[in-house]
Structures are given as structure tokens and as C-alpha cells.
């Protein structure tokens, strides 16, 4: 005989020995959430059991641009301090389009505040010892704070870049190799997001 029992009937269980997840804004460790068109009751719903764990949340694959509910959404992830940007691919259309910088503008408006940079590592090429990114202020550049990043772990996938929000028109980045004069101490990137940088 089977009996029904809710989630919030059931003990956390404790048999693992797990490593004390730092607090957020973590600067190691971060997670994400790829969104592929979720509702805003559905965003809601995720926010409520998991928000305290999620650093990012990814629009993927151009669906911020034709969600009616997008402001929403985002109110919702500014409340749960959960950081917003669009994933490469509505980028990649606009560059395409020669609409870069408009697509840009309009993540800076909407409340987008990711830069997603991708690295290419090959026998010549590792992902860089550091990044730093620095905004233009009209005078000089002002390192940006509240700086975390999350390290890609394959070719050409995504390094998170993520800070507290910026107004600029010009975003820097400083990448340091991890190998300086050496084969394998080359830098490439294979793709750069900057949705409201």
C-alpha cells in the first residue's frame, strides 16, 4: 500500500557530507539557469524552492526578444538577486544583421547585466589566469565591482562574467595568460556577449 506525502512532509536528508555552498554574490561555483521560454508563474515557481542557489538566469536562444512577459520576468530575478542576461545567440543574429549595438541597447534597457565571453583552448590557446573588466565613465576607465566568474570547461562554451550593473559606452576587458611565454600561453575569443555592458 502506497501512502501520498508532499515534499514539505519529507526530512532533508543529511547522509552526504557536502561542502558549505557560499553565499551570494559568489565569486566560484556559480549556477545557472537556462531558460527556453519558461512562463512567468513557471519562473515564479523555480525562484521560490531554488533562488538562493541560482546566480544567473539565461534567456537562451533569442526568446527574451519575443517573451510578452520579459519585464516580468525580470522584475522577478532583480527581487531573488538572480543576474539576467540573453544567451549568444540573439547576439550572433544582430551582429549578423549588422544590429550589434542596437540589440545591445535594448538588453541595457530591458535590465540585462551579464557579458558571457567564450574561449577557444586548443594546443596553442588556454583559458586566461584572470579577467577584468572595466567600464568607461566618458573620462577613464572604472573597474567594475561586484565582479564573479565562472570558468568554462569546455572549448569555445561559455566563461561567466557577471558584476553589479554599469552605465558606460565602452566595456574593457583585461585578460591575463595563464602561461606567459609559453606555447600554450596565447589567448583567443571565440565569441563575446555583452548584453547591457
Known amino acids: ?29 556559480l549556477t545557472h539557469v537556462l531558460d527556453k521560454g519558461e512562463t512567468v508563474e513557471s519562473t515564479r515557481s523555480i525562484l521560490a524552492t531554488s533562488a538562493a542557489h541560482v546566480d544567473v538566469w539565461k534567456f537562451g536562444w533569442g526568446t527574451a526578444y519575443i517573451d510578452p512577459t520579459l519585464a516580468a520576468k525580470l522584475s522577478l530575478l532583480r527581487e531573488a538577486d538572480v543576474r539576467s542576461c540573453l544567451g549568444g545567440t540573439l547576439l550572433e543574429i544582430a551582429w549578423l544583421q549588422g544590429k550589434a549595438e542596437a540589440c545591445l541597447a535594448w538588453a541595457e534597457t530591458a535590465g540585462f547585466d551579464r557579458v558571457e565571453v567564450s574561449f ?56 591575463t595568460s595563464a602561461h606567459p611565454g609559453e606555447v600554450t600561453g596565447a589567448v583567443r575569443v571565440s565569441k563575446l556577449a555583452a548584453p547591457g555592458g
Open 120 to 175: 577557444t583552448v586548443d594546443a596553442t590557446h588556454s583559458l586566461p589566469a584572470s579577467v577584468e573588466a572595466a567600464v568607461w565613465d566618458g573620462r577613464r576607465y572604472v573597474p567594475v565591482t561586484g565582479a564573479a566568474v565562472d570558468w568554462a570547461t569546455a572549448s569555445d562554451a561559455p566563461t561567466v562574467l557577471t558584476f553589479d550593473a554599469v552605465r558606460g559606452s565602452r566595456l574593457r576587458l583585461t585578460l
Open 1 to 29: 500500500m502506497n501512502r501520498k506525502c508532499s515534499i514539505g512532509n519529507v526530512a532533508l536528508p543529511s547522509f552526504l557530507t557536502l561542502p558549505e555552498r557560499s553565499t551570494k554574490p559568489r565569486t566560484a561555483g
